[in-house]
T-cell receptor, first 112, second 112 residues
Framework: DTEVTQTPKHLVMGMTNKKSLKCEQH?????MYWYKQKAKKPPELMFV???????INESVPSRFSPECPNSSLLNLHLHALQPEDSALYLC???????????FGQGTRLTVV | SQQGEEDPQALSIQEGENATMNCSYK?????LQWYRQNSGRGLVHLIL?????REKHSGRLRVTLDTSKKSSSLLITASRAADTASYFC????????????FGQGTRLTINP
């Protein structure tokens, strides 16, 4: 299995909703990442997990809450989002000792 | 800052022609990576060149690195319609936060 799987592929949520994005990989990678990408912009790093511990938080608002329950799974919990948070959310992982990242196909989030 | 700056921002060529895009960066790097992103999808790692390498090939891709000029180039030979995508470089730093940061990218369009 050489894939990073993200679910759901599309999500529409209201500003008062609570939802979660899920990312899963079974490649034994010990670093996992969340990126946010707005239209026609590059992906922006949000969080980095290393060995299931949060190692980098790029000053992301608290309405985004990451969680790494185990080495294969990464969640992004969302609540009280704003319309400007609508974007493509990308998950990625990388192998221990390597820097190349494997990306999932993303979740297209629309906040209404 | 850590990210690379790609040039040109957009490139449109005819199928069969070669495409060259450039990346400049400011930090000292461990390696530099190139990624491709088809519209609205996840990024795909194309090639990694280490700081002690000057040129690397992978299929129709050729990457060069000039650490004295802090620049890299990606050449795609004999372009195909399927090469239409955005291309991002990601300089990986020797020091500081170990993370992948992407520049604005080059949007490549291959015309049939």
């Amino acid at each position: 299995d050489t894939e990073v799987t993200q679910t759901p592929k599309h999500l529409v949520m209201g500003m008062t909703n609570k939802k979660s994005l899920k990312c899963e990989q079974h490649m034994g990678h010990r670093a996992m990442y969340w990126y946010k990408q707005k239209a026609k912009k590059p992906p922006e790093l949000m969080f980095v997990y290393s060995y299931e511990k949060l190692s980098i938080n790029e000053s992301v608002p608290s309405r985004f809450s990451p969680e790494c329950p185990n080495s294969s799974l990464l969640n992004l919990h969302l609540h009280a989002l704003q319309p400007e948070d609508s974007a493509l959310y990308l998950c990625a992982s990388s192998q221990e000792g390597r820097t190349e990242a494997f990306f999932g196909q993303g979740t297209r989030l629309t906040v209404v | 800052s850590q990210q690379g700056e790609e040039d040109p921002q957009a490139l449109s060529i005819q199928e069969g022609e070669n495409a060259t895009m450039n990346c400049s960066y400011k930090t000292s790097i461990n390696n530099l990576q190139w990624y491709r992103q088809n519209s609205g999808r996840g990024l795909v790692h194309l090639i990694l060149i280490r700081s002690n390498e000057r040129e690397k090939h992978s299929g129709r891709l050729r990457v060069t690195l000039d650490t004295s000029k802090k620049s890299s180039s990606l050449l795609i030979t004999a372009s195909r319609a399927a090469d239409t995508a955005s291309y991002f470089c990601a300089p990986y730093p020797i020091q500081g936060a170990q993370k992948l940061v992407f520049g604005q990218g080059t949007r490549l369009t291959i015309n049939p």
